[in-house]
């Protein structure tokens, strides 16, 4: 059999085996949208008659015709909420759809509407409900009924955007898929995948199919265990054996404040050409004068000499004699993601890693703002330029979101904003102190209709508030409770207008409250 440049034999004169047929004769690992080597492209043709390439555009053609078919059944039925579970999961071999749940588990249990479009379901609901950046990395939905991939591919301007149209044979556009399409009975799962590059894994199960009397359509988010794990810090896989498995050995004991206790000998970095020079620690929690920084430690050295450590990393103090006791280990694998960017504070991070540390109420209150706020800007997702681990030194500095830019030119500075080809959308860059620079695509009009949410999280019957058409309301009694609250009376409202008559006048919007909006 013949084969074309990519490798992939094809033929038009052969019958088209069906999903299930194919997994068989490859051994039964998954086909359709799974990463194919050399080696299983030429394993596949070899198996089958016709070529992947014909192979995987039959099952997306079959796909789409099935997801048409649902679409049409619902059309006019009352749309019914969907209780979920997601779990992040670990690889169980080289088999895609194989997973053990972490241990101890991370899950969280949510309400929703069936009617929920996949890719507001990512960007609005699961990076706020887990902890993940929101518009940081790509993503892919996995159908394990018949190997479907949904992925922006390339539509996204994610560091890792590449890796899934390089990885996958064949994507689907997630963006206008809803959510019930897909989870319709209970048990039906799809496997979630955030970042394409470090891949972490997550199970989102049905359990329960709300009756139409109990329907609201609203997100709510019923509860969850254990923080997600630091972004870029490896995978699950990683995750599990360096810090839950460290955690369980440590009898699921909370990690320490700091690495290391009052009187451990240290060694400190006193940025000179004396290195690290030996010492004690003798406070924690330490400021040299009022209004100073907060630095994790004051140490004596062994010449006497007072000095303070910025940042609890290797970089500016480690331990004379390493331990390896849970607690140690725990207190250094902790310590080493506190500046990850879900984790820091100038990202709305707390500033201290902790696996145990999940706060229902911190979530729903992440989850009301990202469903009351605009949808992410897929093509210009964030981007950092600079060292991660600079975040650390931010926050031994005490440099929060709200001080990011005064550094650059007094307490008036303003972020650079650039305007972007399409209207309505600006690019903002924040520069901090150290070099490190964000950059991120903001959106300055109404959300698109498939990002269109109600605040409450519901995408029915939705209406545009009068006054700025950029906010959504399911109903009147939502409106009502957010303009109670004050969340959208007054200066959102206000500000919302404002924006959307610069951008009619072809003036500059107000850059200060884009800074706000994109690191918190």
């Not at 269109?452 to 309301?473: E, I």
Request: hydrophobic share 35%; proline share 6%; glycine share 10%.
């Amino acid at each position: 059999m013949g084969k074309d440049k990519t490798g992939v034999g094809s033929s038009a004169d052969h019958e088209i085996p069906s999903y299930e047929e194919a997994v068989a004769r490859c051994g039964g690992g998954p086909v359709l949208g799974w990463g194919l080597g050399e080696a299983e492209i030429d394993k596949f043709s070899e198996l089958n008659p016709c070529g992947l390439a014909e192979f995987v555009q039959s099952r997306v053609d079959e796909k789409m015709k099935v997801m048409a078919e649902l679409a049409e059944k619902d059309n006019g039925q009352p749309t019914l909420d969907l209780e979920i579970r997601i779990e992040l999961m670990v690889e169980k071999g080289h088999d895609l759809f194989a997973f053990l749940p972490l241990n101890p588990p991370v899950w969280r249990t949510l309400c929703l509407s069936s009617a929920v479009k996949l890719g507001v379901f990512q960007d609005k609901i699961l990076c706020p409900v887990m902890g993940w950046t929101r518009n940081y990395h790509a993503y892919a939905f996995h159908d394990a009924r018949d190997g479907a991939v949904f992925c922006a591919g390339t539509a996204s301007g994610a560091i890792d955007a590449r890796i899934g149209e390089g990885r996958y044979c064949k994507i689907i556009d997630p963006l206008p898929v809803c959510l019930g399409l897909l989870l319709r009975e209970k048990g039906d799962y799809l496997l979630y995948e955030y970042d394409l590059d470090k891949r972490f894994f997550h199970k989102i199960t049905l359990e329960r199919v709300i009756p139409e009397a109990s329907s609201k359509g609203a997100c709510v988010l019923l509860d969850g265990a254990m923080r997600c794990p630091d972004e870029d810090g490896g995978g699950c896989e990683v995750y599990q054996q360096d810090v839950l498995d460290v955690l369980v050995k440590n009898r699921l004991r909370p990690p320490r404040r700091y690495r290391y206790v009052v009187g451990t000998r240290v060694e400190c970095n006193l940025g000179d050409p004396r290195g690290f020079v030996p010492g004690r620690v003798i406070k924690l929690d330490y400021r040299d004068h009022p209004g100073g920084p907060l630095c994790p430690y004051q140490m004596r050295l062994e010449t006497g000499e007072l000095i303070m450590a910025p940042t609890d990393t290797n970089a500016h103090i480690r331990a004379l004699r390493p331990s390896d006791t849970p607690a140690d280990r725990l207190a250094e694998q902790c310590s080493e993601r506190a500046g990850a960017v879900n984790v820091a504070k100038m990202i709305g991070g707390r500033g201290r890693f902790n696996p145990l540390d999940f706060n229902l109420v911190e979530r729903q209150t992440a989850l009301a703002r990202a469903l009351g706020g605009p949808g992410s800007v897929m093509a210009g997702a964030k981007m950092f330029e600079g060292d991660h681990t600079l975040f650390q030194t931010l926050l031994g500095l005490g440099l929060a979101a709200s001080r990011c830019h005064d550094v650059r030119g007094g307490t008036d500075a303003k972020p650079d904003v650039v305007y972007r080809g399409k209207p309505g959308i600006v690019q903002h860059i924040v520069k901090c102190p150290n070099g490190l620079t964000l950059s991120e695509d903001m959106l300055r009009r109404p959300d698109d209709r498939d990002f269109r949410l109600c605040c409450c999280g519901s995408p029915l019957k939705l209406m545009a508030c009068a006054k700025c058409k950029s906010a959504w309301y399911c109903s009147k009694a939502c409106q009502r409770s957010r303009w109670k609250t004050g969340l959208h009376k007054g200066t959102e409202c206000a500000a919302r207008k404002a924006d959307r008559d610069k951008f009619r006048n072809g003036e500059t919007p107000d850059g200060a409250r884009v800074l706000r909006q994109t690191v918190n």
